[in-house]
Structure formats: structure tokens, C-alpha cells
């Protein structure tokens, strides 16, 4: 054997084997390792940004939100009007400084050199909103920032829109059925179309879908998971608030929308993808299809 061992027929050999192995792993793991036709995150993030208004601002905090909509501006030329600002970037103390001047294209003013509102010199967020308040519609794509409660503190507050939310101060949301009802209709028509729902939305073959769901390729550690359910959360949120909406209003047009909307989310789509808050919240929302709007005023259903 050790005469063989140092052979090149014998080092051959390994070769031979060890690429029939790795071909053989391969063929048995293509459908779990084949994304050539993957075009999930191009999607996410088009759907993001497509349906902002011009000259947005958009305060993005989470790696995918981040990643997909950098990109595909920085890389692709999409949406060149809109100002990206990742929350947690702002936080590191190089950024101000070495960003402001890029920055300053879109007009942007940072009132201090860094966003942390404890620190000297640093700002809070409500003081950012505050700066660039007059630059156009702001948008905040993730959570805020914890452990900053500057914004809710100081009369700020999001309304779901699509992937994201927008920035209103209290005395500007949306009030009024009317105008609650064309916003949220907006809203949901920003939001990406899932390939359960193409048959039943093809009206809105404009809108961006995210592609099938395979969970054989698309496992917990994935971040097309992770895309997947973020974006089927966001429909579930969009239509529960929507749902309280209707239910509280006793508007025609918003129980139309909150109907379809439910019917759509929880009974429309099989198979759904894992881990959503659809099976809790069925039981909550299935009165709505049952409210008259002709129906006194009374407790808002399914909260």
C-alpha cells in the first residue's frame, strides 16, 4: 500500500473518486443548491423602492433591507431620486463625516456627527426627521433604532406601506375615511404579489412577485426565508390594520378592501410559507366578512 501510496496512478485515483463523490453530492442536492432562477432579492428590493414617491427619503435598518435597495440603486441605476440612509450606518462614528458630502446630493442634513442621542455632539432621530422633514415623504424600511424613543416621544408615527411604513407626524396621518381608504389602497398595491396570489390579482401584473415558494431550497437558514416571511408578515400586518380600519370606520369602500384583503391573505393561498402569524389571526378577521356597514358603531371586530 505504501508503495501504491506515492504512485501517480494512485493520486489519480483519488481524484478520480473524489470527483465522483462531489458529483454525486451534486446531482443529489441540485434542487436545494439551484438559485440560477432566483430572483427573489432583485424583487424585494424593486418592490421597495418602486412605489415611493419622488424624492423620498428612505431610512432602511435590517442587512436584506439595506443590501437589496443599495444595490440595485448604486448598481443598477434604480431610483437615483431616492436618499437610502441605513439606520445603524448612521450610528458609527465615521459615517457623518465621511458620508455627509455624498449625501449632500440629495440634500440631506445630519445635525450632528453621529446618530446617537446620548452621545456629545451625536443627534436622535427625532431631530433627523426634523432636518429633513421639507425634503419630501419619509419612509422607514425595518424597526427603529432601540433603545432611541425620540420619534414616538416627539409626535412621530408609521403607517404600513408595503415592504415599509411612512413617517407622518401625529397631526398629519391620514384621518378621514376617504383619505385612509386611497392610502391604504396604495399600500397594498406596493406590496409584492406572491405566486399564490397571481390568478386572483392579475389586474396588478405591473406589481413585483417574489417567485414560488420551495422549501426544499428555501430551509430556515436560508435568506430567501427570511425574504419570503418578512414579506408574507408585512401582508398580514397591512391587513390587520386595514381590518381594524374597516371594522372602526364602518366604511364602505375600506370593508370592501379589508374582505378582499382577508380573503385573500388567509383563505386564498395554500400552501403558505412557514412560520406566519395568518392561523392566529384567522379566527380574529373572519367576522370582518360578516360586518354590515350599514351596522351601528360599536366595538372594533377582531382586535
Not at 20 to 34: K, N
Not at 209 to 236: I, K, M, Q, S
Not at 255 to 275: I, Q, V, Y
Amino acid at each position: 500500500m505504501s508503495r501504491w501510496a506515492g504512485s501517480p496512478r494512485f493520486a489519480w485515483l483519488v481524484f478520480v473518486v473524489a470527483c465522483m463523490i462531489s458529483s454525486g453530492l451534486v446531482v443529489v442536492h441540485w434542487d436545494r443548491v439551484d438559485h440560477s432562477s432566483t430572483w427573489m432579492f432583485e424583487e424585494y428590493g424593486r418592490a421597495i423602492l418602486d412605489p415611493l414617491p419622488q424624492n423620498a427619503t428612505l431610512l432602511v435598518n435590517g442587512d436584506i433591507n439595506n443590501n437589496a435597495v443599495k444595490y440595485l440603486q448604486q448598481c443598477e441605476d434604480v431610483r437615483p431620486d431616492v436618499a437610502i440612509l441605513g439606520v445603524q450606518q448612521m450610528t458609527w462614528p465615521w459615517f457623518v463625516d465621511m458620508q455627509a458630502a455624498n449625501y449632500a446630493h440629495w440634500g440631506i442634513v445630519f445635525p450632528g456627527s453621529r446618530y446617537h442621542p446620548f452621545f456629545k455632539g451625536g443627534f436622535s432621530m427625532d431631530q433627523f426627521l426634523r432636518a429633513n422633514l421639507d425634503r419630501g415623504p419619509m419612509f422607514l424600511c425595518g424597526p427603529w433604532k432601540d433603545g432611541d424613543p425620540s420619534p414616538q416621544q416627539a409626535g412621530w408615527t408609521t403607517l404600513p406601506f408595503g415592504l415599509c411604513s411612512q413617517i407622518f407626524r401625529n397631526q398629519n396621518v391620514p384621518s378621514e375615511s376617504e383619505n385612509l381608504f386611497h392610502f391604504y389602497q396604495k399600500s397594498f398595491e406596493a406590496l409584492p404579489i406572491f405566486p399564490q396570489q397571481s390568478e386572483k390579482l392579475a389586474e396588478h401584473a405591473h406589481r413585483h412577485g417574489l417567485g414560488p415558494w420551495l422549501p426544499l431550497r428555501f430551509t430556515e437558514e436560508t435568506w430567501e426565508y427570511v425574504v419570503y416571511r418578512d414579506a408574507w408578515n408585512r401582508l398580514v400586518h397591512l391587513t390587520n390594520v386595514v381590518s381594524f380600519e374597516a371594522s372602526r370606520t364602518k366604511d364602505e369602500r375600506l370593508l370592501e378592501l379589508g374582505k378582499n384583503m382577508t380573503d385573500l391573505t388567509f383563505f386564498g393561498l395554500d400552501p403558505r410559507p412557514p412560520e406566519i402569524a395568518a392561523e392566529k389571526l384567522a379566527g380574529l378577521r373572519c367576522d370582518l366578512r360578516y360586518v354590515d356597514a350599514t351596522s351601528p358603531p360599536g366595538p372594533a371586530h377582531g382586535v
